[in-house]
Structure formats: C-alpha cells, structure tokens
C-alpha cells in the first residue's frame, strides 16, 4: 500500500514540476520585453510602452503582428531616447484577447509608474473596458486595430486610434457589395461579439439603404467548429451574396465548410478576416472571398519597410504590423514632444497624453495621421481585398478615402 | 416555412448524423465509467480533445518524415487512428490509477472534484505543447479525405434539394458504427464482457466470485477513453481545425446524450448520441425560419438542454434506461 501511494505522489509530483517549467517559461516570456535595451545598467530615468495584445490564443498571428511592429520602432529609436537623457523600454503583455485579462494587464501597466503610454489592443471587445482602466490612471492608449465606434465615442481623453470605424468600414463593405459584386439578395452571419454584431449591422443598414435584401441574419458562437447548421440556412435562402462579421477562425471554416456544401456565393468579411490564418484553415477553398480591411497591403505599398520587418524577425510582415509599427511612432512622438515641452525633464502621462492627441500631419509607412477631438485618425481609409485561391494577403481591388 | 424547412431536411439530416455519431461514441465513454463505478468522468471530454491533438502530431510526423506521399491514404488514416487510441487509451489508465483509484473509498464528490481538476489539467497540458510547437494553439491540421460527394436527395423527392457528404462524413459514420458495434459484442459476448458487468452490478461480490476489479476498472478505463480518443480523430479530420478546448462543450453534449440514453447503459448512449446531434443541426438550420428571425442558430445547444430536462422531468432514467429498484 505504501508504494502505492509512494507511486502515486511522485506521479503527482511529476506533473507538478511539469506545470512549474510551464510557469517558469511564461515568466521568462514577460521579462524578456523589460530586458530589452535595458542591458546598459545605467541610471537613466526608464520610459516604459507597454503594448497589449493577444500572443497566445485564436488570434494570436495578428497580435504578435502587433508586438513586433511596435518592438521594431521602438528598438529604433532607443538610441534617440538616450540621447534625450532616457532609458526606453518596451514590455510587451498577453491580453490573450479576453478582456478580463486586458482588464487586469491594464491594472498592472497603471500601477507601474513609469510606463508612459500602452500601444494596443487588438480586439474591441478587450480595448472598451480596458480603456476605461487607462483613462483612471490617464495613460494614453493608440490602437491599430480596434474598429469599433465606442472606442473613440466615449470621447475619452486618453484613447487614440489611427484606423478606420466600423462605421466606416460597414459601409465600404456595402458599396462593393452592392455596386461592383452586385449583390441583391444578402446573408448576415456575425459572431455577437462587440466587433462582429457592430460591423454586421452597419453592413446591413448601408445594404438596405442602397437597396438590396436581407435574407436572413444569424447568430454564431466564437470557439464552435461545425458551422452546418447555419450553412444550412444559407443552402435554403439561397442568397447570392454572404457577409461575415467575425474573427478569422470562425470566418476560415465558414468559407471552408460553405464551399464544401456546394455553396458558391461570394462571402464577404471585415478587417478580421485579413490574416494569413485564413490561408491556413480555409486552405484550397480559399475562393471568391472578399474582405474590407482597415490596413493597406504593406508588402506592396511600401516594400522597403516589409523587406525590414522579414529581415528582423524572419517572418512576413502582417498588415497589423505596419500600423503597429506607426501607432508606436506616434506614440513615442507624443512623448518625445512632452519631454520638450517640459523643459528636458520626465512629463507626466497627463502631458503625453495631451501631447499624443495633439498629433497632426504624421506620415508613417503605412498611414498619415492626424487626430480629431474624438481620438479618430482624418487620414484613416478603407480598403477592399479579395482572396481568389490560398494566398495571402489577398489582392487589393479598391480603396475607399474617408469622406 | 415547411417547404424551407424540408428542402434542407437531407443536409441537416446528414451532418446532423455525422455530428451525432461523435457524440455517440464520446457518450460511451462517459456511461461506460458510470455504469461501472458510479462516478462521472468529466475528463472524458478532454480525452477526447488529447486523442485529437495527438492523432493531428501523428500526421504532421508522417509527412515531416516524408511518409505521407507514400502510403495510401486509408492507411495513414487507420495508423493514426490507432496511434490516438493507444495513447489516449493509456492515458485512461493512467487517470484512473494515480487521480481516481486512491480515492476509490472516499465520497463521491471527491473524485468528481478530482475528475474536474484533470481536465483542466489536460487542457493546459496540451495548450502549452501545442503552443510551444507551434506558437499557436488553434492548430489546423492534414486533412486526408476532404473530398465531396452529392447524394441526388432531390431525385428521390423533387421538394428535397441535393446533399452534399463529405468523404469524410462516411468515415465518420462508419467508425463509429463499426466501434459501436464491436463494444457491443465486446460487452455482451466475451468473458471480460461478463467480468465488467458482474462488477458493474456488484463490486464486492465480483470480487469474491475471482474477479480482478482492479483489473476490470482498467480495462473499462482503457476502452472508453480509446473510444474518446478515436473520435478525437475523426472529429479533428472532420472539421480540420482544433483548440485545446473542443474538449469541454462536446464532452458536455456527450454527457448530455449518455443521460438522455440512460446513464450506464451502453446502447442508450448510442442512441442518446445521434439523437443530440440530429437536434441540434435541426434546431441551428430551423430555429430562425421557425421563430420567424427571433431566435438564431445560436440558440441550439439550449433546445438540446431544454429537451433534456423535459426528458428527465417525465422519465428521470433516461430513454432507454430502467427504473433502478435496487442496485444493480
């Protein structure tokens, strides 16, 4: 009996050792972003950006886009810094795109003094109630990739965004839709998130008001696999035109399983569905798939920069990069402005908070920015893509300037 | 409305089957463990998500080895599908041998607790593997029959539109068929077939009569989570896609089907299985077209529940189960 029990304690041992190596790693994982150029040992006051977005989970391809965009501009500019007298540093945190974890992450960055602004967060559904925790400790927060309209609506002081709307980006979407596939007879498939169920709905107000029916609009869960019974509906209405508000994860089986039941109208979806993750579960039924996308195509618009990124971190830029990588330009212009104003000294986050929002006539590599009393960038377009075969980005059709 | 609803009737009637065999053969598990000991295994549903993973690794190594090319398709589909049930069906063992024999004479609910700690665990387990391998735990996998089948339904009656199968679909079908099938001879005809049931109706007494619980205890464990792991399989060639996850809203249909059988009782579970799975691909294409746009598709794993607790209220024993006098 006692070596039972003897066998069963080691076994639990085991794998209680196990899940400390696991601990242990992801510590380290935390870490690795404050060891960034901090090696110097010197005791120059420490600027931290954080940045929140998800590294782990279903979409993690587009927040460790994030990441490493805004890691590149600011490794560049660390030498300016010091010149300036500062020790720049970046601490990266998972968000894990739930948003009771961006809620505690941002709790964390306020507590931490000397971080000075946040670059994130990915999904909508985490920056709305993450924000209002930025907003209490007066952090300022850009985002380049939340869409939604209550980001910015709450008109609070401390959120910036240099992407398009939802309510924008809707309504681009219902334009092709409507005038360039010639759609008359449409289908809403939207996950009931805060992204998804905005941007079908602004969709399905701009449809109407150019004059096409709604067939039907359905409801799915984020995280389920089989999709049949929806698509089902889809085989009964016969729509010749499906529109998808939801993440890529959801989106690439949609199309994958749709295709797969003899469905062949064009489906449509929003910015969330621009991630290579769509080539990789959608695979060969990757076709006739259009998307609206708040991000331009970098790897064409400016190559340079792409060929920069691939150099550095050995992987292909994703279009979120290149707004991450412009968010943190404008971030670390904010604050570079308010160590001026402030006579060369440490600003408070009041000051670069102001001093982000004071941004005008910023030409990034990917975006011109300039903020208007909301938070919402003048310069933000739309852009519409299409995925024809297993490739991505898919190729860009049009581009739809803000009015 | 009846005519939309008929039109798709073939469609919904064959993923609704397919989805139902996965349940039917997860419900197994889950009354093959409660037939015998009393207690259910929630990490059931987990094992499950293991032997998915695992028989997806399975096929990444096939063709990082370059194997792939080489064999037909059916065999590498067999290989990894006996792959998953091996590992899965050890594993079974093992989870019973270190988290629920020790606690064999304690209440009830102290292994439930620890059934429930199990399956956290195998989620993060396999959450940080897959992580670490891949850098992403949503992993999509090799699909190995992804063709498409149309079944001319409206030939047969000109209401009806066509249904399209997926190869796979068939697959799908016929293992679970056949894995039902056998477990039923297994169960009924063999001498181990007598052993779990003379332990399943009285332990103390079976072990008297020269029976090895223990041993019975294991093997039960064995089979049920290789049956789990096994559709893990197919349920990952089926869909293509996985997250460590899958585990828990499946395992709880499955728990849902077992019941609505008659928990313990092998061939409810099968029947309990299809039926879920019939419901809720009914429930999710007709919901809408039936509340007139109020209530969605995502509302259809409440219709399975709500049917459930009908069942329960009218015939507590489930479907096919017998009022338990005494115990047997």
């Given at each position: 009996?006692?070596?039972?029990?003897?066998?069963?304690?080691?076994?639990?041992?085991?794998?209680?050792?196990?899940?400390?190596?696991?601990?242990?790693?992801?510590?380290?994982n935390g870490?690795e972003?404050?060891?960034?150029?901090?090696?110097?040992?010197?005791?120059?006051?420490?600027?931290?950006?954080?940045?929140?977005?998800?590294l782990?989970?279903?979409?993690?391809?587009?927040?460790?886009?994030?990441?490493?965009?805004?890691?590149?501009?600011?490794?560049?500019r660390?030498?300016?810094?010091?010149?300036?007298?500062?020790?720049?540093?970046?601490v990266?945190y998972?968000?894990?795109?739930?948003s009771?974890?961006g809620?505690?992450?941002?709790?964390?960055?306020?507590?931490?003094?000397?971080?000075?602004?946040?670059?994130?967060?990915?999904?909508?559904?985490?920056?709305?109630?993450?924000?209002?925790?930025?907003?209490?400790?007066s952090?300022?927060?850009?985002?380049?990739?939340?869409?939604?309209?209550?980001?910015?609506?709450?008109?609070?002081?401390?959120?910036?965004?240099?992407?398009?709307?939802?309510?924008?980006?809707?309504?681009?979407?219902?334009?092709?839709?409507?005038?360039?596939?010639?759609?008359?007879?449409?289908?809403?498939?939207?996950?009931?998130?805060?992204?998804?169920?905005?941007?079908?709905?602004?969709?399905?107000?701009?449809?109407?008001?150019?004059?096409?029916?709604?067939?039907?609009y359905e409801?799915?869960?984020?995280g389920?696999?089989?999709?049949?019974?929806?698509?089902?509906?889809?085989?009964?209405?016969?729509p010749?035109?499906?529109?998808?508000?939801?993440m890529?994860?959801?989106?690439?089986?949609?199309?994958?399983?749709?295709?797969?039941?003899?469905?062949?109208?064009?489906?449509?979806?929003?910015?969330?569905?621009?991630?290579?993750g769509?080539?990789?579960?959608?695979?060969?039924?990757?076709?006739?798939?259009?998307?609206?996308?708040?991000?331009t195509?970098?790897?064409?618009?400016?190559?340079?920069?792409?060929?920069?990124?691939?150099?550095?971190?050995?992987?292909?830029?994703?279009?979120?990069?290149?707004?991450a990588?412009?968010?943190?330009?404008?971030?670390?212009?904010?604050?570079?402005?308010?160590?001026?104003?402030?006579?060369?000294?440490?600003?408070s986050?009041?000051?670069?908070?102001?001093?982000?929002?004071?941004?005008?006539?910023?030409?990034?590599v990917?975006?011109?920015?300039?903020?208007?009393?909301?938070?919402?960038?003048?310069?933000?377009?739309?852009?519409?893509?299409?995925?024809?075969?297993?490739?991505?980005?898919?190729?860009?059709i049009?581009?739809?300037?803000?009015? | 409305?009846?005519?939309?609803?008929?039109?798709?009737?073939?469609?919904?009637?064959?993923?609704?089957?397919?989805?139902?065999?996965?349940?039917?053969?997860?419900?197994?598990?889950?009354?093959?463990?409660?037939?015998?000991?009393?207690?259910?295994?929630f990490?059931?549903?987990?094992?499950?998500?293991?032997?998915?993973?695992?028989?997806?690794?399975?096929?990444?190594?096939?063709?990082?080895?370059?194997?792939?090319?080489?064999?037909?398709?059916?065999?590498?589909?067999?290989?990894?599908?006996?792959?998953?049930?091996?590992f899965?069906?050890?594993?079974?063992?093992?989870?019973?041998?270190?988290?629920y024999?020790?606690?064999?004479?304690?209440?009830?609910?102290i292994?439930?607790?620890?059934?429930?700690?199990?399956?956290?665990?195998?989620?993060?387990?396999?959450?940080?593997?897959?992580?670490?391998?891949?850098?992403?735990?949503?992993?999509?996998?090799?699909?190995?029959?992804?063709?498409?089948?149309?079944?001319?339904?409206?030939?047969?009656?000109?209401?009806?539109?066509?249904a399209?199968?997926?190869?796979?679909?068939?697959?799908?079908?016929?293992?679970?068929?056949l894995?039902?099938?056998?477990?039923?001879?297994?169960?009924n005809?063999?001498?181990w077939?007598?052993?779990?049931?003379?332990?399943?109706?009285?332990?103390?007494?079976?072990?008297?009569?020269?029976?090895?619980?223990?041993?019975?205890?294991?093997?039960?464990?064995?089979?049920?989570?290789?049956?789990?792991?096994?559709?893990?399989?197919?349920?990952?060639?089926?869909?293509?896609?996985?997250?460590?996850?899958?585990?828990?809203?499946?395992?709880?249909?499955?728990?849902?089907?077992?019941?609505?059988?008659?928990?313990g009782?092998?061939r409810?579970a099968?029947?309990?299985?299809?039926?879920?799975?019939?419901?809720?691909?009914?429930?999710?294409?007709?919901?809408?077209?039936?509340?007139?746009?109020?209530?969605?598709?995502?509302?259809?794993?409440?219709?399975?529940?709500?049917?459930?607790i009908?069942?329960l209220?009218?015939?507590?024993?489930?479907?096919?189960?017998?009022?338990?006098?005494?115990?047997?």
């Amino acid at each position: 009996m006692k070596v039972k029990k003897g066998l069963s304690l080691a076994m639990v041992t085991v794998i209680a050792a196990a899940m400390l190596a696991a601990c242990g790693s992801s510590g380290k994982n935390g870490t690795e972003g404050a060891g960034n150029g901090g090696g110097s040992g010197s005791s120059l006051p420490v600027i931290k950006i954080a940045s929140q977005s998800p590294l782990s989970g279903g979409s993690s391809i587009q927040g460790e886009a994030i990441k490493l965009g805004g890691q590149m501009a600011l490794e560049e500019r660390q030498d300016e810094f010091k010149q300036l007298g500062f020790d720049l540093q970046f601490v990266p945190y998972d968000d894990q795109g739930d948003s009771k974890k961006g809620v505690a992450n941002a709790e964390l960055i306020g507590a931490d003094k000397s971080v000075l602004a946040v670059l994130g967060h990915l999904n909508s559904g985490v920056t709305i109630p993450s924000s209002v925790v930025y907003e209490k400790y007066s952090i300022p927060m850009v985002t380049p990739a939340s869409t939604a309209t209550e980001v910015t609506d709450r008109k609070l002081k401390a959120v910036d965004r240099i992407v398009a709307r939802d309510d924008f980006q809707g309504p681009a979407g219902a334009e092709y839709a409507v005038k360039t596939a010639g759609a008359k007879n449409i289908f809403i498939i939207q996950d009931q998130t805060a992204y998804g169920k905005g941007l079908a709905d602004s969709f399905q107000t701009a449809v109407k008001g150019l004059g096409a029916t709604v067939s039907g609009y359905e409801g799915i869960t984020v995280g389920d696999k089989d999709f049949s019974g929806v698509l089902n509906q889809v085989l009964s209405k016969k729509p010749d035109f499906i529109f998808f508000g939801g993440m890529y994860n959801e989106g690439g089986l949609i199309v994958k399983q749709a295709r797969e039941k003899g469905i062949t109208a064009p489906i449509m979806g929003g910015d969330a569905i621009d991630s290579s993750g769509m080539v990789d579960i959608a695979g060969d039924k990757l076709t006739d798939v259009a998307y609206s996308s708040v991000s331009t195509d970098i790897t064409k618009s400016n190559k340079d920069w792409a060929d920069k990124y691939t150099q550095k971190f050995k992987k292909n830029p994703e279009n979120y990069s290149a707004y991450a990588y412009d968010a943190m330009n404008v971030i670390l212009d904010g604050v570079k402005k308010a160590i001026g104003d402030n006579g060369g000294k440490l600003p408070s986050r009041e000051q670069a908070r102001d001093a982000i929002r004071a941004t005008t006539d910023f030409q990034g590599v990917a975006t011109k920015v300039s903020f208007d009393d909301k938070g919402d960038n003048k310069f933000a377009k739309v852009f519409i893509y299409k995925f024809d075969g297993p490739k991505y980005p898919g190729e860009l059709i049009s581009e739809v300037d803000p009015k | 409305m009846i005519s939309e609803i008929i039109q798709t009737l073939p469609q919904v009637l064959v993923d609704g089957l397919a989805l139902g065999a996965v349940y039917a053969v997860v419900a197994i598990g889950y009354t093959m463990v409660y037939g015998i000991l009393e207690f259910i295994n929630f990490a059931h549903g987990e094992i499950f998500m293991t032997g998915a993973f695992v028989g997806t690794a399975a096929l990444f190594l096939f063709r990082s080895a370059g194997w792939l090319g080489g064999m037909p398709g059916w065999t590498a589909y067999l290989l990894v599908f006996m792959i998953a049930m091996l590992f899965t069906g050890v594993m079974g063992v093992g989870i019973e041998r270190v988290a629920y024999r020790p606690l064999r004479k304690a209440p009830k609910l102290i292994s439930f607790i620890s059934a429930i700690g199990v399956s956290f665990l195998l989620q993060d387990i396999v959450r940080f593997i897959a992580d670490l391998r891949t850098g992403n735990f949503l992993v999509t996998g090799i699909t190995l029959y992804g063709g498409n089948l149309k079944v001319a339904t409206s030939s047969v009656w000109h209401v009806f539109d066509d249904a399209f199968i997926k190869t796979n679909t068939v697959i799908v079908l016929a293992a679970a068929v056949l894995l039902m099938i056998g477990l039923d001879f297994f169960v009924n005809r063999t001498k181990w077939g007598v052993a779990m049931r003379a332990v399943a109706q009285d332990r103390e007494t079976a072990s008297l009569m020269s029976v090895n619980v223990n041993r019975v205890i294991a093997l039960t464990f064995f089979i049920g989570s290789a049956l789990g792991g096994g559709t893990g399989v197919l349920f990952a060639q089926q869909y293509g896609t996985i997250d460590p996850y899958i585990g828990f809203t499946l395992g709880m249909k499955a728990f849902t089907a077992a019941v609505l059988g008659g928990i313990g009782n092998i061939r409810g579970a099968m029947f309990g299985g299809l039926l879920i799975g019939l419901i809720e691909m009914f429930a999710s294409a007709n919901l809408g077209i039936i509340t007139g746009g109020s209530f969605g598709a995502e509302y259809k794993d409440v219709v399975s529940f709500l049917i459930l607790i009908v069942v329960l209220i009218f015939k507590p024993e489930g479907l096919l189960g017998r009022a338990v006098k005494e115990k047997v």
